[in-house]
């Protein structure tokens, strides 16, 4: 089941991002400042919104975070799915794409014009299921400049 976190289930994502910082290496991971980053997003918000993947027994086992920024190209408005993170012992099981079709929807339905998302090289497991959807795969080559924080 999917849902939209909010400030009542934030506790139940704060381990899974933790667990996705740690996949991607991050150095310093800090739940205090996660919760206060994450919180940020919500359903009815203009920024967007972390929604929260459950399995039967209602344990938090996926989630994904869909930014909201602007495309000068198309012009238009588009979708950001910035997170998508899936526990390993439940990965191969569809999750991660209902979670892709979920952030559409909602991208959609707050004006979208498309979601968009990046992922690491050599994250080929990620990437089969990408390559199985009907997305474009982009040429672009990705830069980033650090603010120093």
Not at 15 to 23: A, C, S, T, V, W
Not at 92 to 97: E, H, P, T, W
Request: proline share 3%.
């Amino acid at each position: 089941m999917i849902e939209p976190v909010s400030k009542d289930t934030i506790e139940d994502v704060l381990p899974l991002i933790r667990k996705y910082q740690e996949f991607y290496k991050i150095a310093t991971i800090d739940d205090d400042r996660n919760r206060r980053f994450f919180s940020q997003f919500d359903e009815h918000g203009d920024n967007g919104c972390l929604f929260i993947y459950r399995n039967e027994a209602g344990e938090a086992v996926a989630f994904a975070t869909v930014y909201f920024t602007f495309v000068s190209s198309i012009p238009a408005k588009v979708g950001v799915m910035n997170d998508l993170y899936t526990l390993p012992d439940f990965r191969g099981k569809g999750i991660a794409r209902q979670l892709i079709e979920h952030c559409l929807k909602f991208v959609k339905s707050k004006g979208g014009a498309r979601l968009q998302w990046l992922t690491a090289e050599d994250n080929e497991v990620a990437q089969r299921l990408y390559n199985s959807l009907d997305t474009k795969k982009s040429k672009w080559i990705v830069y980033t400049y650090s603010a120093g924080l």
